[in-house]
């Protein structure tokens, strides 16, 4: 093929592949993803949600990660103790997913989650732990929805952590104000592998954390119940 003498609308047909217009990926994939956590969407790429329907999003608050499930047919629940949270999921769930009974989205607390036990294939608790208000409080609101996960569900966290941060902020198992300003329920490495025998889980994966420029650092801990 002549490169000089080709037209140059027939170069462009031949080697764009129909690549011409400006691009507009963030638009789309967010169309399709909403402003889902990064993390969760690993999840959904290593396949952990392809045998795994019925999914709860603990402290779902407007419903950002729930947005991709709902519109493929998950069968979604979300509970928030916030109420406006809860008006703002339903009217998201009815804007994408209209079938879903406005109901599967409820106001309750994770240390009291209206659910039968072993009635959840997925139960995600995306930077709600981490508000915990002491120790006791962390342990009743992982057991519950340990409670209501079932055998060979996922459980998803993420939280904040001190890990890479234990000279700035000290011991886990407490509240304490992060380099951010923010005040939060901390947890360590040795306190999410102990939970994770405890719980008679096995990790998913291992224990990742995101150290955001010494402010504060949160970590994903994705446990299967076996
Ligand atoms: C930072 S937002 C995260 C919302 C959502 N999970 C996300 O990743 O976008 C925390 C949410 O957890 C809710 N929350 C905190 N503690 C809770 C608890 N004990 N029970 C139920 N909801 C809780 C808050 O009301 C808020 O909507």
Redesign the pocket.
Known sequence: MDLVRTPRTELVARFSHGVTAPQHVGRELRAQFGDI?IYLFDQLLRGRFDARSRVL??????G??LIYLLQRGFDCYG????AT?IQVMRRTAARVAPDVPAGNFAV????HLPYGSASMDVVLA???LH?ARDEEHWTR?VREMWRVLAPNGLLFARLASNIGLESLIGPAGRVVRLPDGSTRFIVDEAMLLGWTERLGGRLADPIKTTNVQQQRCMTTWCVIKT
């Open positions: 956590d999003d603990a402290g779902c608050g407007d950002r990660n509970i928030d103790e916030d949270a309750a607390s994770l240390d995306s930077a709600v508000f609101m």
